[in-house]
């Protein structure tokens, strides 16, 4: 079990697929400092991709500095400044982009979309709609 969700889509790389959820797994702070990260063959063996792709996944989150190899413990998450707005906006890129393709095909407009957006914000949080801090 990995400590991150990952959905394999087909017609984009695994790697980057899988590289994009550690990220946002670290970034949010689902995966704090420290945290534990599954080695090559856990994530080859969990996510049934080849080691060198595994390889290739840690090695980026390591280049990148959200994880550090520490030997004889493991590969674990490196401690993290808090990520700006900027980038925590970019961690919803891809879901906002599925998102507003999907109102389109539905035939909402930009108003529609914010309108609901807004009212579901309400329902789930029950605030004013802004950001926690």
Request: aromatic share 4%; no cysteine; proline share 5%.
């Amino acid at each position: 079990m990995l400590p991150f969700p990952v959905i394999l889509r087909a017609g984009e790389s695994p790697s980057r697929q899988i590289v994009y959820a550690a990220t946002k797994a670290i970034v949010s702070g689902e995966l704090g400092a420290g945290a534990s990260f599954p080695s090559v063959r856990e994530l080859s063996q969990a996510l049934k991709i080849n080691p060198n792709t595994a390889q290739k996944v840690v090695a980026e989150l390591v280049r990148s500095g959200l994880l550090v190899v520490r030997p004889g413990i493991g590969t674990v998450v490196a401690p993290q400044r808090r990520a700006t707005a900027a980038e925590r906006r970019q961690l919803l890129a891809r879901e906002v982009e599925q998102l507003l393709v999907e109102a389109r095909r539905v035939g909402l407009g930009r108003d529609e979309v914010l309108k609901s957006i807004e009212a579901r914000w309400q329902e789930l949080f029950g605030d004013d709609g802004r950001a926690a801090r």
